[in-house]
């Protein structure tokens, strides 16, 4: 019975070709429009590290007082101070603890006619690799030891390794930093997660690979200052040291938590730190802290830019006219075709088998759109670079899952669309159409 | 003349397809008008001046490569003296960042050392003698920098300038009286000494055009023992290109140990523009494209709604024309009843507008939408109806009186 009524409805669909290219192609844009929307927002709300984002957590200390935070709805600074960090970091009371800061170091390749060039990098500790389950390719991270002893290690992207060696090997060689030579000890496999969760502040949560690691220690020896953002509520004297003891905050300090009592304790400590820095005189103000994991960090930052919402709605809204547009249409379609209903339903065809028949051509409109709007959902997303910024537009991309999402789409809200015109159909006297002809 | 009650009478046998249309055009109404409110917001964004003369400008992003920090303000000096004595160069400046650059610092403006919160935030660009001159912005009152009075600075210190230039916008929030040229004001959280105003210019933006306090600038005369700075070169009109290669080919055979960053490193001021409200005439393209194709579908939906009903009424119009009616009646019939409908549609969407911009204004802070763009996309909508309507009810029109005799 399928088949014999998809070609009813594939004849049906011929006498009218103007009205069903209009169908098809209101429906192909809009599911394309609002696929297209959709392609951005999953990749801009994309879970960066899904294993473990409720285990990985950004500590926020309010260092600067009410003035300050009144201004941010009493959120304290994003970032977090060195003060604090060390603090933190040698109260170790998390399972695993980094601190992180973007670095504008620049390569000096070892062929001096070449020259020198940078990669995202970022000063780190220890514990990062294995917080954030960064893949090695060849060797690891470095040691606690290695931070403890402030050592001159790096660990390096396999991009950076394939432009400098080649794709060797290369832990246990040598890289040069602004001069300065490091010990390279391990070599990252692709590990790119976007948003980048570690380094929002800086980043709007969009950029290319970290490429380069070196012990946070280390570079807070070589006096490598922050490439990232960083906030002075209280203006900071001259000098690096009056830099680091300043209430500037520019680190980003995360800790992994495994299960909920480590979490509350954890919060427990931060409450307590604050208060033992009211007390004793440095903090004017009532503890105030937060504890955000890296998804209701993600949202607190609003990484999903605004125009991927907006540009979703109207999207959709676009799509609901569409579809309504095709109620109407099939409706005045479906109706036409009363007298030949009354014929069939004279003939013995029941109500059910009029609602199918209605629905299978629906359901062909649906699928013709649903192609259509492949198509031009594979144009949206190569023009998605015309809207977004390029490190969110290659991000958007229409694989097979979209596409099948799509067609799928497309096929249920125009069949959706043809419940009601059908059962209008469905309802048509047989008695009175044959009346009249 | 109006046909109203047999319209009524003729729509409530139609009314599913009544209320189709009126839904599509309420919709369409919505989102249509808080579209190209949209779209205007992007538009008038996009079209404030920065205050710099934008043609035959460019940038260079510069980052000194394991250079130590000190050394830097010689060398930087060494740059702008090379970059000045190049053919088809008018001048050139330094400064740490530049309006729609990105980046930049800023401070809290206070008059009263003292008080907690500020008046306001202030973009700070750390410029020399050469900033006005190269950037093109307009001095109002008061005068430039002297040479002598620009000094090396430590970034990590926040020593205090004696003399700053601060555009009107800030001059005017800070002295609402119009007397800030000569006086003092002072900039950072917790400053011990006040910096006098010594000029005022027109205009100058900060960094990003986001920026709450985006016309509120003050200029201060140092140069900054900072790895990352920013050169801007006017050339002479027409040599921006030859310019634009021969700059950063002078800086490297002057010293190599440089980074110009890949894609910010040298762009012209045309390209710096474009790439800051890149997203902003994206999604005014975005949300024109999408208005015109609905206002496309909607009104190819009218018409096909509109044809099936003249088809339908065949029987109908022929017995009115039989009675006497003329075409003129039945051409005023169907537009009229479409005229009924579209308003019910604008109607109802004037209400649904309304609740999406306040939906808007609350979830992304936009403003409020304006009644201008209601009023006329609503009249946008009836015409469009109007105009669809007129094919089939021509149509309908020229049904013969004889038709009344027919059999369907």
Known sequence: ?437 | MLQIKPILAALKRHKAGTILIVLQIALTLAIVCNALFIIQQRLASMSRPTGMVESNLLTIQNHWAGVDTAAIPSLAKADLLALRQLPGVVDATQSEAFPLGGGGESEGIRLDPLAKPRITLATEYFVDDHALATMGVRLIAGRNFRADEVHALDPTANTSLPEVIVTKALADVAYPDGSALGRPIYIGNDHPSPSTIIGIVDQLQGTWHTLSFLDRTVLLPAQMADSDGSYLIRSKPGQLAEVAKAAPAALLKLDRMRVFPPVKGIRTFDVVREQAYKTDRGMAILLGAICLILLIVTGAGIVGLTSFWVGQRRKQIGVRRALGATRNDILAYFLTENFMISLGGVVIGTVLAISLSEWLVLRFAMPPLSFVYLLLSAAALLLLGQGATLAPALKASRVPPVEATRSV
């Not at chain 1, 998809?6 to 669909?13: A, T």
């Not at chain 1, 409720?54 to 060195?82: K, V």
């Not at chain 1, 929002?200 to 200052?225: E, M, N, R, W």
């Open chain 1, 1 to 437: 019975m399928f088949a014999y009524y998809l070609r009813l409805g594939l004849r049906s669909l011929r006498r009218n070709p103007l009205l069903t290219l209009l169908m098809v192609v209101a429906i192909g844009f809009g599911v394309a429009a609002s696929m297209t929307a959709y392609a951005v927002l999953r990749a801009t709300s994309n879970n960066p590290i899904p294993q473990k984002s409720s285990q990985l957590f950004a500590p926020q200390i309010d260092n600067a007082g009410p003035p300050f935070t009144a201004e941010n709805d009493g959120e304290p600074s994003d970032l977090m101070s060195y003060i604090d960090t060390m603090a933190l970091m040698q109260a170790h009371r998390a399972q695993r603890q980094t601190a992180l800061y973007s670095i504008g170091v620049s390569i000096m390749p070892a062929d001096a006619a070449q020259l020198p060039f940078q990669v995202p990098s970022y000063a780190g500790y220890a514990d990062t690799f294995a917080m954030f389950d960064i893949p090695f390719l060849y060797g690891s991270g470095w040691s606690a030891a290695e931070d403890q002893s402030r050592a001159a290690v790096a660990v390096i992207g396999r991009q950076l390794n394939d432009e400098l060696f080649h794709g060797a090997n290369s832990v246990g060689r040598n890289i040069v930093l602004d001069g300065h030579s490091y010990r390279i000890v391990g070599v990252m496999n692709d590990w790119n997660p976007q948003p980048v969760f570690y380094d929002v502040h800086s980043t709007k949560g969009f950029t290319d690979a970290t490429q380069l690691f070196i012990p946070f220690t280390h570079a807070i020896d070589l006096k490598i200052p922050a490439a990232g953002v960083d906030l002075c509520n209280v203006t900071a004297d001259a000098g690096w040291d009056a830099w680091l003891h300043s209430e500037c905050t520019w680190i980003n300090y995360w800790v992994e938590l495994p299960d909920r009592s480590s979490v509350t304790a954890y919060r427990n400590y931060l409450q307590g730190y604050a208060a033992e820095q009211q007390r004793a005189g440095r903090f004017k103000w009532a503890p105030n802290i937060r504890l955000r994991n890296v998804t209701q960090w993600l949202d607190y930052e609003q990484v999903v830019p605004p125009e991927s919402k907006i540009s979703l709605l109207i999207s959709l809204g676009f799509f609901v006219i569409c579809l309504v547009n095709t109620v109407g249409l099939l409706l005045a379609k479906f109706m036409r075709r009363a007298p030949e209903i009354g014929v069939r339903r004279a003939l013995g065809a029941s109500r059910r088998s009029i609602y199918a028949q209605f629905l299978v051509e629906a359901g062909a409109i649906g699928l013709s759109g649903g192609v259509l709007g492949v198509l031009m959902t594979g144009a949206g997303v190569l023009g998605i670079g015309l809207v977004f910024d390029p490190s969110i537009a290659r991000l958007a991309t229409l694989d097979l899952s979209l596409a099948g999402l799509t067609l799928g789409v497309a096929v249920f809200a125009t069949v959706l669309a043809a419940f009601y015109p059908a059962w209008r159909a469905a309802r048509v006297q047989p008695s009175w159409q044959l009346k009249s002809s």
